[in-house]
């Protein structure tokens, strides 16, 4: 997915995938310089409050039910994240859904983040 000015930018387009504390900072200013929308981070779950915490907690919740059982559906997703104006998502806890949410954006890109651990001999 290449961006320029002809590319639609509206939506949400971007997930990160992978370990939280791999550079999700630097990347969620990164992909706020390049997109049209905010990032979504741990960072916002800080300051968010009760909004914040009651989507991830019933999210969580949704974990442990049935498909035909969970109580947030598609449209609470975007509604969560599209329609307050973000425009991608990196860092827990959005990481560990990203697969969850990545079905329900038509367009969007996974960026997997990973680190390589050195062991001193």
Same mark, same amino acid.
């Given at each position: 997915?290449?961006?320029? !000015?002809?590319? @639609?930018?509206?939506?949400?387009? &971007?997930?990160?995938?992978? $370990?939280?504390?791999?550079?999700? !900072?630097?990347?969620? &200013?990164?992909?706020?310089?390049? $997109? ?17 915490? @009651? ?10 039910? !049935?498909? @035909? ?17 973000? !425009?991608?998502? &990196? ?19 996974? $960026? $997997? ?9």
């Amino acid at each position: 997915m290449k961006l320029n !000015s002809e590319t @639609d930018q509206t939506g949400y387009l &971007v997930i990160g995938a992978g $370990l939280p504390r791999t550079g999700t !900072s630097s990347t969620k &200013v990164a992909l706020e310089e390049i $997109l049209s929308g905010e990032c979504y981070h741990m960072s916002t779950v800080f300051r968010g409050g009760v909004e914040e915490t @009651d989507h991830w907690n019933q999210a969580l919740e949704d974990l442990k039910r !049935s498909p @035909d059982k969970k109580v947030l559906n598609d449209q609470d997703w975007i509604n969560f994240l599209q329609g307050r104006g973000f !425009s991608a998502g &990196v860092d827990f806890p959005v990481s560990i859904f990203y697969k969850s949410v990545s079905f329900k954006f038509t367009t969007i890109l996974s $960026l $997997l983040f990973s680190y390589t651990m050195c062991v001193a001999a």
